[in-house]
């Protein structure tokens, strides 16, 4: 079965740290871009990163540069973001994907996506 699976979410409080983790199987990381998402409730999702396939190009989102950091590790065939400095609007349901171009924090084509997994931030 081809699929996505990420893992990390949380509950955790203003200011601290997560890492998202994004698994695949079935299938190798390393012949696509990895786009990390975001949807909270009530609004749209939205592009919070992209990776290349190689990893040596990223981008983000204006609202969470320099507190997230992508990061993949194609041995292991999977992709991290890394969440620092979280704040309350940081909330919400965070999805990979695997597509073939980032166009900044977001990604074209996307083949498969992975189940989403909850970030809570509040005191």
């Known amino acids: 079965q081809l699929q996505l699976v990420e893992s990390g979410g949380g509950l955790v409080q203003p200011g601290g740290s997560l890492r998202l983790s994004c698994a695949a199987s079935?299938?190798?990381?390393?012949?696509?871009?990895i786009g990390w998402f975001r949807q909270a409730p009530g609004k749209e999702r939205e592009g919070v990163s992209c990776?290349?396939?190689?990893?040596?190009?990223?981008d983000y989102a204006d609202s969470v540069k320099v507190r997230f950091t992508a990061s993949r590790d194609n041995a292991k065939n999977t992709v991290y973001l890394q969440m620092n400095s979280l704040k309350p609007d940081d909330t919400a349901i965070y999805y990979c994907?695997?597509?073939?171009?980032?166009?900044?924090?977001?990604?074209?084509?996307?083949?498969?996506w992975g189940q989403g997994t909850q970030v809570t931030v509040s005191s």
């Open positions: 990776i290349s396939m190689s990893g040596g190009s990223t």
């Open positions: 079935g299938f190798t990381l390393d012949k696509y871009s």
């Open positions: 994907a695997a597509g073939w171009n980032c166009y900044g924090s977001t990604l074209s084509g996307v083949g498969y």
